[in-house]
């Protein structure tokens, strides 16, 4: 199982950026797929979930208006459409998947299995 995360980078206040997830490995379609991040000296947290299938979605209140995920299922992607980027949004961003589950623990990084390698996003001025 693999799962890799690309797109990160360094951007100023109010820019975007668009990160991707390639996954590979296990089935995407009967998947839950999400994305976390981790800032500097805090603990990993919930961004936004996706079903592999499509359909629902999740996401943290504080991305909620600026973040967009979306999956590929052809190509077995995941990707974060980031806008209004800010400061606070400055984080490793990990990809994240799981057997589809019960959607209500859909934020619970506990529940995941499978996790990718990091990818930086730096805001700043």
């Known amino acids: 199982v693999q799962l890799q995360a690309s797109g990160g980078g360094l951007v100023q206040p109010g820019n975007s950026l668009r990160l991707s997830c390639a996954a590979s490995?296990?089935?995407?379609?009967?998947?839950?797929l999400s994305w976390v991040r981790q800032a500097p000296g805090k603990e990993r947290e919930f961004v936004a979930a996706i079903r592999g299938s499509g359909g629902d979605v999740k996401y943290a209140d504080s991305v909620k208006g600026r973040f967009t995920i979306s999956r590929d299922s052809a190509k077995n992607t995941v990707n974060l459409q980031m806008n209004s980027l800010n400061f606070e949004d400055t984080a490793v961003y990990y990809c994240a998947g799981r057997r589809r589950g019960i959607w209500g623990t859909i934020s619970r990084l506990e529940s995941y299995t499978y996790w990718g390698r990091g990818t930086q996003v730096t805001v700043s001025s």
């Open positions: 490995g296990f089935a995407f379609g009967n998947s839950d």
